[in-house]
């Protein structure tokens, strides 16, 4: 799929998401709105929580990674989720627990589509990654700098610092006769 059917595509996609209603609040104006509504698996979608008591929430799903800590006031909560990589197709409810009460509310999760080439796997880590240090790392351990230079290491550096001594030594002397 060439980049221009690719951009045009996915920009009608986010103007559909966001004129769509996410989800249809109660008469009383209570409930969970998930934007997008109906997102793939492994996507991020933002939450609000409606007709809260409270300052603070938590909203819980089957679909999410985790709990979603939420936040607002006036009885509006908001906050972001991460939608579980594994989670299959379908609908899944949403609950979301503030001030001695519940909210609900659904989200719909989509399936991804096909990537473009055979065996091509999307670009998303399954695993933490190992960072920081870099080739250095496992010279960074405890074990490594409690040991220290050894005796070759400590005699190099000595004969380094000779060296250069030396060096600045003669540099010095030699100018001084130059300029008488």
Not at 27 to 41: E, F, I, K, N, W
Not at 111 to 117: K, L, N
Request: proline content about 7%; some cysteine.
């Amino acid at each position: 799929m060439g980049s221009i059917p690719l951009t045009l595509g996915t920009g009608l996609l986010v103007c559909a998401a966001g004129l769509a209603p996410a989800a249809a609040l109660a008469a009383d104006g209570q409930g969970v709105t998930v934007t997008p509504a109906s997102p793939p698996a492994g996507s991020v979608v933002a939450l609000r929580a409606s007709g809260c008591s409270g300052t603070t929430g938590t909203a819980a799903s089957t679909a999410f990674v985790t709990d979603v800590h939420l936040a607002g006031t006036g009885g509006d909560l908001t906050g972001q989720a991460q939608v579980r990589s594994t989670a299959g197709a379908g609908s899944y409810t949403v609950q979301v627990t503030c001030g001695g009460s519940a909210v609900t509310g659904s989200v719909t999760v989509v399936r991804q589509s096909q990537p473009d080439a055979p065996g091509v796997v999307p670009a998303s880590p399954f695993a933490p990654v190992h960072a920081g240090g870099g080739g250095t790392a496992p010279l960074a351990s405890a074990d490594a700098r409690s040991a220290g230079p050894d005796t070759a290491q400590a005699v190099t550096g000595l004969l380094l610092a000779a060296f250069a001594a030396a060096a600045v030594g003669l540099l010095s002397a030699r100018r001084r006769r130059s300029s008488r």
